[in-house]
């Protein structure tokens, strides 16, 4: 086959009997085609506009409340509207792509979306009536080598999600790296005089950011992005990577140990202090510093009874587990009656005293069945169980009356006694005082 001027015989070659070009060759055309369209992209996502500021003020603002009212469904609503994983993916791309214009852009929109960011909590933190520290604002404060692996395996998937074109997956990753909610923290701590919690907070976006951007270069890199690079140049780009992970992991590897030995002293602590107070004691509050040399342990204990050498025992427990010097500042306090029990108390007496008054109903019921004794000669003491009752005769006329009445009396007196052996049932004779109580 004849070839056209200026072709050569490997173009000539790559064209089938048909002119069409080889597989090989259409699907490294195809494949060039998806990387510009995919570098368009992430050029587009790392554009600072009016879009991106306002999905940063959005974010910004239903992070804090989140973070003010400890929510963290408003938290996670909040990583998902922001905008930061667009400028942090192209400085990833711009580094494994060598393109200076796309790098500073993403950095000029980062840098701006960050101050914006911190602008807005500030302002609502000062006009908001709530400014307590709560969980989710302390979670953002101590990042550690835990983070930054959460990071980086974020960043793999957020480059997977743009190469596949898996939009769910970015969602994700927003989720898992949580890069808003520390800005607001930062934000929370510059406005209430806290610069413990904004450089906290300001380590772990900065531990975020870059190891999502550095693995996005690494691979946008092994995917064939960008120049290609010698290997001395490769090596470097490496080295420059592994470094600068390397210095930011050394103050999260600090943070990280320290807090594994808060959690194994404060579990010591929880197990020995249960095995020096009583079983029916509590432990309220338990507080762990180990700032320094010493381990200083504040507490409050529920106690039933007094311990006096409860502080100092637990000290000397202490100091031969952890082998350094211990403070120990326990306040007990004696516990309250348990509430179920007196409401059981309570119930049970509100039960008798119903019964007692039904008891005195049915007998004075029983007593002035039959009309023989009238009311007004009952005398009835519920409390000690103790009925009086007058003996009269006003009424009968003739001997034979007084009689039957009297025989009629002394029947209703026996029946009652009969049906409430409980009572003292005594009967006044008409000439004779009644009865001492």
């Known amino acids: 086959m004849a070839r056209h001027p200026g072709q050569t015989a490997a173009d000539s070659a790559s064209l089938d009997t048909g002119g069409s070009p080889s597989p090989r060759r259409a699907r490294r055309e195809v494949d060039d085609d998806d990387r510009a369209i995919m570098l368009a992209t992430v050029a587009r996502d790392a554009r600072l506009d009016r879009k991106f500021l306002l999905l940063v003020v959005l974010s910004t603002a239903i992070a804090t409340l989140g973070l003010l009212q400890s929510s963290a469904a408003v938290v996670i609503g ?4 922001s905008p930061f994983l667009g400028p942090i993916m192209g400085i990833g791309f711009g580094l494994a792509t060598l393109e200076s214009t796309l790098i500073r852009r993403a950095l000029l929109t980062l840098a701006t979306g960050v101050a914006v960011a911190v602008l807005i909590a500030m302002l609502m933190v000062w006009i908001s009536p709530v400014q307590d520290v709560t969980a989710e604002l302390r979670a953002r404060t101590q990042p550690t080598l835990l983070d930054l692996g959460v990071a980086v395996v974020g960043g793999i998937a957020g480059v997977y999600a743009i190469l596949r074109r898996l939009s769910g997956v970015m969602v994700g ?24 919690f904004a450089l906290g907070a300001a380590l772990l976006f900065l531990t975020n950011t870059l190891a999502i951007a550095f693995a996005a270069t690494l691979v946008a890199r092994l995917n064939r992005f960008g120049p290609s690079l010698t290997p001395k140049h490769t090596l470097f780009q490496v080295i420059g990577i592994v470094v600068t992970l390397g210095v930011l992991s050394i103050p999260l590897a600090v943070a990280l140990n320290r807090i594994a030995r808060e959690v194994a002293v404060r579990t010591t602590v929880q197990t020995t202090l249960a095995e020096l107070v009583g079983e029916q004691d509590r432990i309220d509050e338990l507080t762990i510093n180990l700032e320094g040399d010493t381990v200083r342990i504040d507490g409050v204990v529920l106690v039933n009874a007094y311990r006096p050498s409860l502080s100092r025992r637990l000290s000397a427990a202490i100091e031969d587990e952890v082998i350094r010097p211990v403070e120990v500042n326990l306040v007990q306090l004696r516990q309250q009656t348990d509430g179920t029990q007196f409401q059981d108390a309570l119930n049970r007496r509100l039960i008798a005293l119903e019964r007692r008054d039904e008891e005195t109903a049915r007998l004075f019921a029983d007593l002035i069945a039959g009309g023989v004794i009238p009311r007004e000669a ?28 009297a025989q009629d009396f002394d029947s209703v007196i ?23 109580r």
Do not use: C, K, N, Y
């Open 78 to 81: 909040a990583m998902l509207v």
């Open 173 to 196: 990753v927003a989720i898992a790296t949580a890069l808003v909610p520390p800005l607001s923290t930062i934000g929370f701590g510059l406005a209430t005089g806290r610069p413990d």
């Open 378 to 405: 009952i005398t009835l003491d519920p409390q000690a169980r103790r009925a009086v009752v007058l003996r009269s005769t006003d009424g009968a006329a003739a001997a034979s009356d007084v009689a039957e009445l």
């Open 414 to 436: 026996a029946s009652a006694r009969r049906a409430h052996p409980a009572w003292l049932i005594v009967i006044a004779e008409p000439d004779q005082s009644l009865p001492a």
